[in-house]
Each structure stands twice: as C-alpha cells, then as structure tokens.
C-alpha cells in the first residue's frame, strides 16, 4: 500500500523543528537515509535494508564479513546521514571502536579522571555515547569488555564508579566480526548474541558491484543534491510512530509464537529461540512492513526476517550445519497456518 | 543420500496410500484368500504412514530398508508357523489366520520399505513406481500361452465388440504407466519426467514381453490339438461315425438321446458332418481342471441289472440332479464333502434337447434362470458345481466306503457281474502295488487306472455290441473298445476290489480348446462317458482312464466365432447368469455390495463437493464481503491448477498468479490489509471491484477448454488454502 502523496517533511533542514507526523514522513526519512548509505555502499541492497530495519526498529546489528568488505564504509555513511540537533554535547555522531585483547570495560564506557583544577572526579565519556556505534571484531576481545559493552546495549546506559549515565535514545550499534579467523578470539556466547537483532551474514558483493567500486574508487563524487539528512531527533520520532501505528494483527503474533514453538520442538535444536527474540521482532517486522509501503504486518514480512533474527539464537546439534535451515522449515507451517487464517 | 525431496503433504500421502492398497489387492487377488487381501490393504496404508513417520523421525536411510525388507521376509516363516502351530480356533480359521500374517507382513514390509526409500531418496521413487506398474503387469501376465481371456471382465467385453484384447490390454499397460509416473514422480522438471516415463514404459513392455515367454508345460499333451493338426483332420479321414460314442449300446438309449440330431447315421461317409454344438456354458470365476478337461455329466449309471449298469432309481444316485429347475432351486443332498471342494457357478444354455440336466460335475444347485433367447436356446440354468480344490492324488489315504453306509448301499455300489475273473484280474493288477499303500483304496484305483491305460486302445471300431457282457468282451478279450467300455470295465474292476464305483455319462470338454472369454460351448461329438470313484469324506470324484494308444483322429477345434457369438447370447441374461443363492462363505466379502457403497459414497462426496463449489462462489455476491470474494477468486484459480502450495506466502502465490491476472498481487495486498491490518471502507470497495477485474483477467487469459474443465472440478475448492 502506497501512501498519500506529499509528506510533511517538504523542507528538511537538519536540525529545524520538523517534526515527523505520519507514517509517509517515518517513510520518507528512512528512504533518505536507505538512499544516502546505497550512494556509499554499492551492491548491498538487503544489507542495507536489515541495517535499516535494525535502527528504525530499536535493534543493534552483527555483521559477519571478510576484512575489506565494505563494514566500515556502511557504518560510515549510515553515520553520516544523521545529523545530531540533540542538546547533550557529549553525543557525536559516529564512533568507530577497534575490539583488542588487551581493551578494558573503562576503555568503550569511559571513566572518571580527577580534575586537578576543580579538585573533583569528572567523568570523562567513552565511545558509547554516539548514536551509530561501529564495534570492529567484537569477538577479539576479554568476555568483561563484550559484558560492558551487551550492558550498554541492552540498558542503554553505562554505569561507572556506581554513577548510571544515560546514552542516547537512539543508540544503534554495528558490531562485526570475522567468521573465519578465530584463533586467539573469544566467541560470544548464544546469551550475548540474543541481544543482536540480527547477525547478518554478508558474502562478496557481485561482479557488477565490485567494478563500480574500483571505477569509482579515488575520484571524490559530488553528492546529489536531493539525498540530504535526517536529523536525530526525525528519527526517534518515526521509531515512536512506527511502534505506535503500523498495524500488528494478533494473527501474526500467533504465528511468530508458533514459529518459536516448532523451533523449539525441533529434534536438531538444543537451545531453542528466547522471548526476547520475540520481543525484538516486533518493530523489526513493523519497520519493514514501512520499508515495503504498508501500513500492517503481512506474511512476507515474517517470512523475509524470520531467518536473520532466530539463526543466530539457536544451538543445534552436531552435523546440522545451517541453522537457518532450521528456521525455514520451521515457519513453513505456521506462515501456512497465518495464510490460512486470512481466508476465514 | 543426494536428493532429498520434500516431505509429501497430507493430500498426497492419502493418494499414494491409495494406490498401495490398490496394488495390493493386485498383487494378492489370485493368490489370497480374502481376509489377507484385506489385512494387506489395511497393512499397506499402515506401511505408508510408518514411512512417513520413520521419515520424520530422521531413520538411517540402510535402516529403514533393512526394517522394511526384515518384515517382508520374517512373513513367510511366520505365516507358515501359525499354519503348522494350528494356532485357530478352526482349520478354516488357522487358514485365514496364516494367510492374513503372511501376506499382512509382507505387505507392511513392502510398503514400508519402498515408501521410505521414495520419500528419503527421489531415486527410489522408481522403485516404488515399478512395484506399482508390476502389480499391473502382474495381472496381465496370465496371457502368457495367448490366454488373453483373462481378465474375463475385460475380454468378454472386447470380444463381443470384436476388439482385440491384446490391443486393450497394452493400452491399459501404457495408461497405467504414465498414471504411476506422473503420480509417484511429481515435481520435477519437464525432461526428467519424459525420460522417466520412457524407462517406466520399457521396462513394462519388457516384463511384458518377458511373461509371454514364461511358459507353464501343459498337464497333458495337446500338440496334437494345434490348429493345423485340426484342420488335417478335417482333411477328413471319415472314420468317425457320426455320434453314438456316448453311453453306445450300453444304456437305456437316454445317453443316444442326448448326442441328438447330429446324424447318427453309421458308416463312414466321405465327408462326416460337422458336429452339432449342444450346450454353452458359462464360468463365472475362474477353473482350470486338473487334466485339462471340464466334465459335463448328465447322468451316472450304478446299477447292475445282470448284463450292463443301468442309471438306478431313487433313492440311489440322489446326488445327481436328474431333474431341470423350473420355478425353484434344485439342492441335491450333501454327499459331496464341501471342505474338499471349490464352489464353481456356471450358467448353462442347452442347444439341443436332453432329456436330464447337464452340468459341471459335479453340481449340487440347479437355479432357473430367465432365457436370454428361447428361439436359440431350449433350456437355461444356473448350477453351483462342486470341484476339487486339489489334484486328486492328494486325498490318497481314505477308504473308499464310508462305514456308515448300509449293507444295501455297500452292495449296490460294489456289485459286479457275477464273473471271477474281474476279481482275479483285478488281484493280479494290484500285484504291482507299492505294499506302503497295500491298504489305501484310492491309489487301488490309480494302479487299476494305470494298467487299463497302458494296456487299452482306444478305437470305435470294435464295439463289442453282440458280446453278453461288452465289458468282459472288452477287458477279457482284445482290450480295443471306447470310452463307454473303458468306463465299465474300470468300474467292474474297482467295485471288485472294494471301491465303490460308478458311470458317469455326458460331455468332456478340454479347457484347452475354449476359445475367447469364459464360454465354452460344447459340442455333441464330445460325448463321453467315465468312471467316478466314491471316496469317504469327500464324494463322488471323477476318476477318468485316458488310454495312451489310439486311432482317434484330434479332436476338432471348437469354432470360435460360433463360441462367442452363443456365449454373447447367452450371457445377456437378466440375473448375470449368477445362481441367486446368495453364497455361504461366511468370510466371502460381498464385493457388489461393497462396490455399490463404495459408488453411493462417490456419488454423494461429488454431490456435496459440487455444493460447496457453488456454495462458496455464491457466498460473496450475497454478503460483499471481500474476503469471501477473495476465496471464490482463489478457487477460480485452484480450479484451472494454480493452487498455492503450502510453502508459499500468499504474496508469493499473487506474484506467481500475476502471469494469469496482473491485478492478483494488488487485490491479495489489499486482502491482507483488509485481514491483517486496519481495514477501511475504500479498501473494501477496491477489493471487492478488483476481485471482478481479477475473474475477467483470468478468463483472458486461460483458454475455454481449461476455463471448462474448471468449472467442472468438483475439488478445486479443496485445495484453495
């Protein structure tokens, strides 16, 4: 379902006091930011759209690449599109974090330094508070800086010397890792992973992609006019309204338990998906169903995310080597059902 | 473990279910009894859904074959251990016990096995598809020996239309092949499934082919009856007086009576005339006689009245029916043993008149029936025929005189001419017995038979008419005589050695020269006359001598065109020819019956499918609810085969359907909004108004014929989902 024409949104200066009112303004801002991160990053269309759906729909993203495969740049220009009219000074825009064995909690959180001239401690802000938070090689360092940093996600707030600090609303990490060299790593455990929305699996773009890149590669390209930004304060907004007015039907609730239950059930899994997962699914499923010019809900919603939010949550027995296999055949029955369900 | 198919869906598990069971009764019809082919069916359906459990339940594919094969095999030795342990309450029932584990096991294993390599492996479907085509093979496969009159149903009604069976028969092979592949095989690509059906139909051609070549060797030699031995003889060598074979001098000239009209004349004219066809009769299950040759008999002679054996009068011989069937069912008396008998119905026509019923031996019910052409045929009945359910050498071991006969009955059936040299002969014959069986009146008998066999000749051309005692005449002197003194002096011999014996006196037909389908028409030069021997327990047991040396040209060969032409004719009586009586079998399944249930129950699901059809079509023109609309849409399209498949998104479906109406994707998005979403009044409209542009856009786009069968699909609904 296409919305009616012109948004409100007909002059975006960042920071103005714009304010986003319906779903048509929450679209159009997430096809601003969709069309400013494609110009940056070639070929990674339904990455882009997971990433997206992850930070309209309150989650944080685990990418999953080769070195040199375009993580950073994406985590860049997905900074890049936001611009901060939020008052707090000690928010940025973008940081980059590299995760090193020898990285302490105090490190990402920040710490309290004794002001010489004041004679007071003062807290000195880490990392975390940005809005876009790019973590590289999240599994290179000690278990208690990832526990740091999963609080920080999941609380959205960091507590130093018994002093809880507030982060940003719109606090969105991209966190990376390298599926294949992992000696001298320390895996995440599944209860850590459960705090990713998605672990998004990215294989080399296509040969078209590539050639682009190496075309466009050191010439400085002027951006077009028309891909301006959005500002922070634009897209919590939209995240509120999208929560608040796409249309989630009881039927899909329904089949999203059902899908957790067969999961469950299932002979080759021996941890099963949490209700978290659940919970997190929620506005993920309602900000795709913006993303494809709907107003609820639908089958195929269910059916494009299902995979990338349960994969990474289960443990499977040995021998089965795709989880998402699991999935798949897990949600034939009940997205069966739901389409069922519509004809009665 | 390359390619693993997706699980079937219910719908397909039931039709393949289905099939099994079919296939089972293929496989066991001829060889089981009832119960089994039951007990298989209803094992057949439980292999299938044990395979789909084992399928789910991730068995080892070696396994699972290995379950399956295990089961298969374990049913013979089990079967034959609940036959040998007498493990029932009956004989009868340990019967049905064995043979329903047996075959039960087997079917199990069967289907087990070749459903769980089909479901695990696409490969195996193969298999299974070749045990589906084998079973029809299988059925065909008793044309070997150019039978082709099995199965009756089907040639009897070619022939009467002048088909050749043999064409309707490949025809039925290749439709059932394609059947099987397209169903065991679905869902895969166009090539695959070409490729598959030409293997499938090879291979059926091959077993086929290969059946026909399977030959069983003939009981007794009938290289002499071929057709160009036949017509030879019509050549004509003349020596065949005409008739008077039958009963000749020796009865009371009813045996002449009945050889009728065909020129009795003696003497050898140039050319003898063609024997009279006298009787049709029609089999209504399936015999083939232990020598090859159908006995009609007419009437038995038992007493001796000093020269010859006459026919006796009540109440000897009460067993044979001497009477036709008027208004009632005739019944004679149980003296044949039912236990050692098989029920045969056949309908008889008599062409000529006889003075006494003819009728397979030996018949124990005579029905009226109605005469499906009084200007051709005198007389019509149906009679319930008792045959041996085993080769005769098998019931070695009985006395031939039961101990609860009279002195009179004793005497009556053993008494000889008052001449010792029958006994004396017959002392001298039994020499040669095996002691082991010193006692045993039954291999008495065959001894007896045997000797006469060897040392008789057969010829009409002594007659032995002006001897005091033909027999005597016969057997004391040239032992060169036909069939009336070979009968006698069989039975002289055995009542002299304490085996009760008698006459039998009407027609012999070899099974061999029946023609096409279940008719057989019997013609007045078969005339015969033959021993039959009374075996406690059991009955009267046709006891035949079939003399090794003769003169006798081969027999003719019986004119097939006229053997249909009578058999159509007769066949087209009102009560299917079938005795009324309903069958006492208590565990015979009543197939007619369940068969009209079975069409009833057809008849109402089709009713009731076509209700709900129209039902749901009309639905939403009377409410204008979209949704309704939306379903009637769908079944559109479920009834031209567009269904959505079970792993597919309503979307998905739309966006497949969008090649046959574009508007599909926006009406199911607007349906999903109007179920999932919020639903508005213009939402509705436009559903409502896109599920008309959607009907039209789909008639566009689908041809008439298809459009047709469409609306004819009774169940197009069932798979709207």
């Known amino acids: 379902m296409t919305f009616s024409s012109s948004p409100s949104l007909d002059k975006p200066t960042p920071g103005g006091p714009v304010s986003v009112q319906s779903l048509d303004d929450a679209r159009a801002i997430a096809e601003r930011i969709r069309a400013r991160v494609r110009y940056d990053v070639m070929g990674r269309d339904p990455v882009i759209e997971l990433v997206l759906v992850a930070l309209f729909g309150d989650g944080h993203v685990l990418l999953e690449d080769y070195p040199g495969s375009g993580k950073t740049t994406l985590a860049k220009a997905l900074g890049n599109s936001i611009v901060d009219d939020h008052q707090d000074d000690h928010i940025v825009d973008f940081r980059r974090v590299q995760f090193t064995p020898d990285l302490l909690p105090s490190d990402i959180t920040g710490v309290m330094i004794f002001d010489t001239e004041s004679n007071t401690f003062q807290f000195r802000h880490g990392p975390v508070f940005a809005h876009i938070l790019l973590v590289d090689e999240i599994n290179r360092t000690s278990p208690k800086v990832q526990a740091a940093l999963l609080e920080a996600m999941a609380e959205k707030q960091v507590t130093v010397d018994n002093v809880s600090h507030a982060l940003d609303d719109l606090f969105f990490v991209i966190a990376t890792q390298n599926p294949l060299d992992s000696v001298g790593t320390y895996p995440l455990p599944l209860a850590q992973l459960d705090r990713f929305l998605f672990k998004i699996r990215m294989d080399h773009v296509d040969r078209e992609s590539e050639l682009e890149v190496l075309a466009s590669w050191g010439k400085p390209r002027q951006r077009p006019e028309h891909l301006e930004r959005v500002t922070r304060n634009q897209l919590v907004q939209a995240r509120a309204l999208i929560r608040e007015q796409v249309v989630v039907s009881p039927k899909v609730h329904e089949c999203l338990v059902d899908i957790a239950r067969v999961i469950r059930q299932d002979r080759r899994v021996t941890q099963g998906v949490s209700t978290r997962s659940l919970v997190l699914a929620i506005p993920a499923l309602q900000t795709l169903a913006l993303l494809r010019g709907r107003d609820f809900v639908a089958p195929e919603d269910i059916e494009h995310l299902a995979v990338p939010i349960f994969r990474h949550r289960l443990a499977v027995i040995p021998g089965v080597d795709d989880p998402g296999k699991v999935v798949s055949e897990a949600m034939r029955g009940p997205l069966d059902t739901l389409a069922r369900a519509t004809l009665r | ?721």
């Open chain 2, 1 to 721: 473990m390359t390619t693993r198919p997706a699980a079937e869906s219910r719908g397909v598990l039931a039709t393949l279910a289905v099939i099994h069971v079919g296939v089972v009764w293929l496989y066991l019809r001829e060889i089981a009894t009832d119960a089994a082919i039951v007990t298989g069916g209803l094992s057949a359906v439980a292999g299938a859904l044990l395979a789909r459990y084992a399928d789910r339940r991730f068995l080892r594919l070696p396994l699972g074959a290995l379950l399956g094969l295990g089961a298969a095999l374990l049913a013979f030795p089990l079967g034959r251990a609940v036959l040998h342990g007498g493990w029932g309450p009956s004989a009868k029932a340990t019967i049905l016990i064995g043979d329903s584990v047996t075959f039960g096991l087997l079917a199990l294993g069967v289907v087990f096995g070749l459903r769980f390599m089909a479901s695990r492996v696409r490969a195996f479907a193969a298999l299974e598809a070749l045990y589906v085509v084998g079973s029809v093979s299988y059925m065909f496969a008793t044309h070997r020996n150019q039978m082709i009159h099995r199965p009756r149903w089907l040639s009897d009604w070619a022939w009467s239309r002048g088909i050749d069976p043999q064409l309707l028969l490949q025809g039925f092979g290749v439709a059932v092949a394609v059947l099987a592949v397209v169903t065991l095989l679905r869902r895969q690509k166009a090539l695959k499934l070409a490729l598959s059906a030409l293997t499938l139909l090879l291979v059926g051609w091959l077993v086929y082919r290969g059946a026909e070549h399977l030959h069983i060797e003939p009981d007794i030699d009938t290289s002499g009856l071929s057709l160009t031995d036949d017509q030879d003889g019509r050549g004509g060598k003349g020596d065949s007086d005409g008739k008077g074979d039958s009963g000749g001098g020796q009865g009371d000239g009813k045996a002449d009576g009945q050889a009728g009209g065909s020129g009795s004349g003696g003497g050898a004219g140039p050319q003898p005339p063609p024997p009279l066809p006298v009787a049709v009769a029609v089999f209504h299950e399936d015999y083939a006689p232990e020598n090859g040759l159908l006995y009609f008999r007419q009437q038995v002679l038992s007493r001796y009245d000093g020269h010859h054996l006459v026919a006796a009068d009540a109440p000897w011989d009460a067993d044979v029916l001497t009477t036709f069937p008027t208004d009632a069912t005739l019944k004679a008396p149980p003296v044949q043993a039912e236990a050692f008998h098989k029920r045969m119905p056949v309908s008889m026509f008599l062409l000529v008149d006889h003075p006494q019923p003819v009728a397979l031996t030996a018949s124990v019910e005579l029905a009226p029936i109605d005469n499906p052409a009084p200007r051709r045929f005198v007389a019509a009945y149906s009679a319930i025929s008792y045959v041996l359910a085993q080769p005769t050498i098998r019931l070695v071991g009985r006395k031939s005189v039961p101990d609860d006969w009279t002195e009179e009955q004793r005497r009556h059936y053993l008494e000889t001419p008052d001449d010792p040299r029958y006994a004396s002969l017959g002392e001298e014959i039994l020499r040669d017995l095996d002691p082991r069986f010193a006692g045993d009146d039954l291999m008495k008998a065959y001894t007896i038979k045997q000797w006469l066999e060897e040392n008789g000749f057969y010829t009409r051309k002594e007659r032995h008419e002006s001897a005091d005692d033909p027999a005597a005449s016969f057997l004391f002197g040239s032992l060169r005589g036909y069939c009336v003194h070979f009968a006698h002096a069989a039975v002289h011999l055995f009542r002299s050695q304490g085996i009760a014996a008698r006459v039998a006196i009407g027609y012999a037909v070899d099974n061999r020269m029946r023609g096409a389908g279940s008719t057989v028409l019997i013609l007045g030069d078969r005339a015969h006359a033959w021993p039959e021997i009374h075996l406690a327990g059991v009955g009267w047991v046709p006891f035949d001598i079939y003399p090794e040396q003769s003169d006798e040209p081969p027999p003719r060969i019986v004119d097939q065109s006229l053997e249909s032409l009578l058999g159509e004719l007769a066949r087209d009586d009102k009560t299917g020819g079938r005795a009324e009586e309903p069958l006492s079998d208590p565990f015979r399944i009543p197939w007619a019956a369940v068969g009209f249930w079975l069409l009833l129950g057809f008849g109402v699901t089709l009713a009731l499918a076509y209700a709900v059809k129209v039902g749901r079509q009309l639905a939403w023109m009377a409410g204008g609810d979209p949704v309704r609309a939306y379903v009637a849409t769908l079944d559109r399209f479920s009834d031209v085969g567009v269904a959505r498949r079970p792993d597919e998104t309503r979307e998905r479906h739309a966006a497949r359907l969008a090649a046959l109406a574009p508007s599909m994707p926006r009406l199911t998005a607007l349906h999903l909004k109007l179920t999932l979403g919020a639903p508005t009044d213009e939402a509705r409209a436009e559903a409502l108004a896109l599920c008309r542009q959607v009907r039209r856009e789909l008639a566009g786009s689908v041809g008439a014929p298809k459009r047709a069968l469409g609306w004819l699909n009774p169940l197009g609904w069932w798979f709207t989902r």
